[in-house]
């Protein structure tokens, strides 16, 4: 029998299957209320307007174009789409400036393949996006936490990534509604990322996918628009901002894209033709037209249901979890994070409460590159109708207030 494991090569040997996929197949339950996917709400997606457009591709002059390879930086009116929509998020841009890619996650793969030779350092917030940290594994590096609220010096970081033998290359953040805690960076945070990354001379990765799902306070400017106002234009920035149509319109088309310095972009399109020469033609012409037909209508129809489950879920937690419990306060996105008391293992209290309380969540530790936050965990609101969190909310915060008193 073949050994494959002494044919595999090491960074295989970082590759793991992700516990949080692994646990939604479980989850997968009738009888369970599940605040576990991060997900869009599929009855929200606008399957009517995809219908048209790809009826109208399919069925006139474009069809041809449609069905063949494409460029590999990708459809020039999606891209045409995109350079307007990062204007009104304060980047001036232009298409050479953009790269499709399939999903912001095969962005982040191409990201690490760029960058990261084996023992660099990448800093990441801890928590941080599980996905993340799986695509630049591959690249054996090192991971070291990035605390936008510590004043930790350059010189301190720099002497870390040393140790380990590399250097650092970029800082990773999601700077809007983060996944896993639903928070965001404000000016200030985002001003001293961007002075430390400058100290560090490394590149700042913006991972912003929930950037349109805004349900109140005020929009603070994008990573990018900041540097690019600091350094005078885009070609000058050292921010790759990672976009996503999937938590606006669709992610089973699997498009989101990269904007960054064109010189980036062109490295990026080297990438990208090697690994799978173009995101699919078809989906990027669709995903053109419903963009410009209805990607303001939508979201505007889309955040406001969001809005009502996240007020939902917020006030259900404030009348049913016990006083040592604490979440945060997200403005948008999908996410409420929870802390637990310390000692409490959230991974335990998972596997009672899909058999009691009949509700499900992710245990924080995954989202921790170190195991550490055993006590904590994420709950995701898109999903669920006002009943269904009401419900599960209250079940949920019998069952911590239970294990909180009798210490389980
Ligand atoms: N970044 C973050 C922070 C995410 O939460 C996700 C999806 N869960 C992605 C990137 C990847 O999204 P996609 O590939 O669908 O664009």
């Not at 001379?201 to 690019?228: K, N, Q, T």
């Not at 996410?335 to 245990?363: C, D, H, M």
Request: charged share 25%; proline share 5%.
């Amino acid at each position: 029998m073949t050994t494959w494991d002494s044919l595999y090569a090491r960074r295989a040997s970082r590759m793991r299957a992700s516990e949080i996929r692994e646990l939604l197949k479980l989850l997968d339950r009738p009888d369970v209320i599940s605040f576990a996917g991060g997900i869009p709400d599929p009855a929200l997606f606008p399957a009517e307007a995809f219908k048209k457009a790809y009826g109208e591709i399919l069925g006139g002059a474009d069809a041809e174009r449609a069905l063949q390879y494409g460029v590999s930086e990708g459809s020039l009116r999606l891209r045409t789409w995109i350079v307007e929509h990062m204007r009104k998020l304060g980047i001036e841009c232009t298409p050479d400036n953009i790269l499709i890619t399939s999903g912001s996650q095969q962005g982040l793969d191409y990201i690490g393949k760029l960058f990261l030779s084996e023992g660099d350092t990448a800093l990441v917030q801890w928590p941080t996006y599980l996905g993340a940290v799986q695509a630049f594994n591959a690249y054996e590096l090192n991971f070291d936490r990035l605390d936008p609220r510590t004043n930790r010096s350059a010189a301190a970081y720099s002497a870390q990534a040393a140790e380990k033998g590399g250097a650092i290359k970029f800082a990773y953040l999601s700077p809007d509604f983060a996944n896993p805690t639903g928070l965001s960076l404000n000016l200030e945070e985002r001003r001293r990322i961007l002075e430390l990354s400058a100290e560090l001379s490394c590149a700042v990765i913006e991972d912003s996918p929930y950037e349109s799902l805004r349900y109140d306070g005020e929009p603070v400017p994008a990573l990018l628009a900041l540097d690019c106002v600091q350094n005078d234009g885009i070609e000058n920035s050292r921010t790759l901002y990672c976009g996503s149509f999937s938590k606006s319109l669709s992610p089973g088309l699997r498009l989101g894209w990269i904007c960054a310095a064109s010189e980036v972009v062109s490295r990026l399109v080297l990438i990208k033709q090697a690994s799978d020469l173009n995101t699919p033609v078809l989906n990027q012409e669709a995903m053109a037209r419903v963009a410009e037909r209805e990607f303001e209508t939508h979201t505007a129809k889309s955040n406001a249901v969001y809005k009502k489950r996240r007020d939902a879920m917020l006030s259900a937690l404030e009348r049913h979890m016990p006083e040592s419990v604490r979440w945060t306060r997200p403005e948008g996105g999908m996410f409420i994070w929870v802390e637990l008391p310390a000692g409490v293992n959230a991974s335990e209290l998972l596997e009672q409460s899909v058999e009691t309380a009949k509700v499900a969540f992710v245990p924080g530790g995954a989202f921790h590159p170190d195991g550490s936050g055993t006590n904590t965990l994420r709950l995701s609101f898109s999903c669920a109708g006002a009943d269904e969190i009401e419900a599960g909310i209250a079940r949920l915060g019998a069952l911590i207030a239970e294990t909180v008193t009798f210490g389980h």
